[in-house]
């Protein structure tokens, strides 16, 4: 799955386990539990704000018959964002320094002309 910073991603799952599983999604250093009441369905949305939310997202299924794992991937997508904060200083007739923030680059090549 792909998304830019700003959207929402959904990874869903749909197990049937008995007796009825326990449900953990796992992404880096943090754990989240689902407790749902069908039992055969777990979800786990994430609001993209930042460039550490991509990524891969674990689900671990567990119930006494043993442990499942699945891997569900959150790849950046589209073109760089663009730089912001520009400042030009140090202007001469001749030349002038510039300097910027870039934006995230969606492991894409960024050039500046």
Known sequence: MSRRI?????????????PQ???????????????TRNGSYTAKTVYVSSFKDFGVYELEIENNAGIYRTYF???AD????PPSN????????SDAML???TGYDYNKTQTYK
């Open 6 to 18: 700003g959207q929402i991603a959904k990874f869903e799952a749909h197990i049937l386990g008995c």
């Open 21 to 35: 599983p326990l449900y953990t999604w796992t992404h880096g250093d943090s754990s989240y539990y689902t407790d």
């Open 73 to 75: 991937t959150l790849l």
């Open 78 to 81: 589209g073109p760089p964002d």
């Open 86 to 93: 520009f400042t030009v200083y140090g202007v001469t007739t």
């Open 99 to 101: 300097s910027w923030k």
